[in-house]
């Protein structure tokens, strides 16, 4: 089995997370080395790339790591953007979520930060909006980045630019420790040969097969089937996320339409009738009219969910072994602040009290059992 030795930090995953830390890093003069096993597999791809901390009702430490990403965002596009020279498509367009009454509205968690909707304000901000709702919140400051066809593309080519190199379709099998010290990976390269890379710095962001390489991660798959139709252009403005569906329409009318949520499914691959008639069901109540839209892609993913649906930042039980896992459904939100949260935990000069505050709230072993 043959040994490659690098000076450079591995980042263990080549979705969404991992290319955003390989670009950081880069940006900060670090030589990164990306491992990827599928880049179709990864949540970066499935997404429907919400931003949107208020319209997902979170609350508490989430709620404040998502609005200080949400703040973020506009610069580390234009960094992307000036990197790759390719648009990421961020829009901020704002967020609809509709009620069925104004009391249910008045409950939502984030209520008081949205504007309040009643149903002439519904139909004005949603022309279209099926009949069931008499109420809603609009979130103007959410919004939405074209993930699918954009982001990533533009990762990738800004990571490129600055020098990051990329072994795809490898499998990384086991981490491998001088006692609590990371010393490398023993990995199965594209031609399915056996070696063994050392390195002294890595980060772990294999989303919902994290536990995988690290058992004592509390992570698990939470599988979700998405969809997209074609609208016509400009029909819907605003994002629609209602209960269990959401319609998040692109500049060019292409209409993404998300997303099952199934623990169950564990890494089960593939569509199922159940949860195709789910999201058809969801079109239905939200937009009537999109029903007749031509449909476009089906496609499915697992979303990395933790205990308490917070991700998993900063140093793991191994020393030079950095987290950066767990996002669940707010990974294209969480992006920017997770990149530039551990850059900083791995550079740790100049480490702000807030940065090390926000490490602490999202620890790894912050849950009293694993799941
Ligand atoms: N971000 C929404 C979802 O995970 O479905």
Known sequence: MATVRTESVLILGGGLMGLALAHKLALHGRSVEVLSRRRNEAAGFVAAGMLAPHAEGLSGEQLRLGQLSLDLIPSWVNQIETDSGLCCGLRQCGIVVPFATAAQRDLYPTACLG???????????????????????????????????????????????????????????????????????????????????????????????????????????????????QGPRDSLKRIVFGPGTYLVPR???????????????GFMEGLTPFGQQQLQAGIDTLLPEASQWPPMERWWGFRPCTPDGGPLLGSSSIDGLW?????????????????????????????????????EAFQWNRFKTKI
């Open 115 to 229: 504007e309040s909707l009643d149903r002439s304000g519904l139909e004005r901000e949603v022309p279209g909006i099926g009949p069931n709702w008499q109420a809603g919140l609009l979130f103007s400051q959410d919004g939405q980045i074209d993930n699918r066809r954009r982001l990533m593309r533009a990762l990738e080519t800004a990571c490129v630019s600055l020098g990051v190199r990329f072994q795809e379709g490898v499998e990384v099998q086991e981490i491998l420790q001088d006692g609590h010290t990371f010393r490398g990976v023993r990995m199965r390269n594209a031609e399915g040969e056996m070696h063994t890379l050392t390195s002294h710095k890595a980060v772990l962001c294999c989303g919902a097969w994290s536990a995988q390489l690290l058992p004592a991660l509390a992570i698990v798959p939470v599988k979700g089937q998405m969809l997209s139709l």
């Open 251 to 265: 500049e060019d009318g292409l209409l993404v339409v998300g997303a099952t949520s199934e623990p169950e499914a």
């Open 323 to 359: 987290l950066a896992t767990g996002h669940h459904r707010n990974g294209v939100l969480l992006a920017a602040i997770t990149a530039e949260l551990i850059e900083a935990n791995i550079s740790g000069k100049g480490i702000t009290a807030e940065q090390i505050q926000v490490l």
